[in-house]
T-cell receptor
């Protein structure tokens, strides 16, 4: 079946470091791709999304590009802050169904 | 005020007890979902509802039941709680805008079954 795989955490970085969290997907069609973020003690919220190949989603300094050739949607940020510490989830949804398929989540820890 | 609310936020119960988790939303969405979150497993879908009369099982519905009392309310019940149902439970809503639809989550209910 379809799946979403993201890098295991925790990922620990110093403030102002460059961030990459890898996400790859398998799908039979052309899914929409999402990054959700869960701050401590809160529910998930949408960070960014992309709906077709080569689209770039961006928000709060984070970016991710839909790469059909590598079936990837890696999350990047040029300079992380302590406030970016959270759990990040990659997810996909295909045309043929309504359900989101979730990655396992990657915990990000940013140290001052 | 929060768009998606969940009650209670925390609950400790004993094996065999019946538990109900409640979810309310003010977003006006028809679609509602219940997920559980376990460390390292991401989110798993328990049940979902596309309107008051349309309720569907998710990937892990065994041991759970739901009730959609109104467009704005969707409750999750554990008829006889067991320890491996200890988890963080989230309610979510979405609008029917196709495969790009955003899901909006409540703050979660942390359930511990002793």
């Amino acid at each position: 079946g379809n799946s979403v795989t993201q890098m295991e955490g925790p990922v620990t970085l110093s403030e102002e470091a460059f961030l990459t969290i890898n996400c790859t997907y398998t799908a039979t069609g052309y899914p929409s791709l999402f990054w959700y973020v869960q701050y401590p003690g809160e529910g998930l919220q949408l960070l960014l999304k992309a709906t077709k190949a080569d689209d770039k989603g961006s928000n709060k300094g984070f970016e991710a590009t839909y790469r059909k050739e590598t079936t990837s949607f890696h999350l990047e940020k040029g300079s992380v802050q302590v406030s970016d510490s959270a759990v990040y989830f990659c997810a996909s949804r295909e045309d043929s169904n309504y359900q989101l398929i979730w990655g396992a989540g990657t915990k990000l820890i940013i140290k001052p | 005020d929060a768009d998606v609310t969940q009650t209670p936020r925390n609950r400790i119960t004993k094996t065999g007890k019946r538990i109900m988790l409640e979810c309310s939303q003010t977003k006006g969405h028809d679609r509602m979902y219940w997920y559980r979150q376990d460390p390292g497993l991401g989110l798993r879908l328990i049940y979902y509802s596309f309107d008051v009369k349309d309720i569907n099982k998710g990937e892990i519905s065994d041991g759970y039941s739901v009730s959609r009392q109104a467009q704005a309310k969707f409750s999750l019940s554990l008829e006889s709680a067991i320890p491996n149902q200890t988890a963080l439970y989230f309610c979510a809503t979405s609008d029917p805008s196709g495969r790009a639809a955003t899901q909006y989550f409540g703050p979660g209910t942390r359930l511990t079954v002793l």
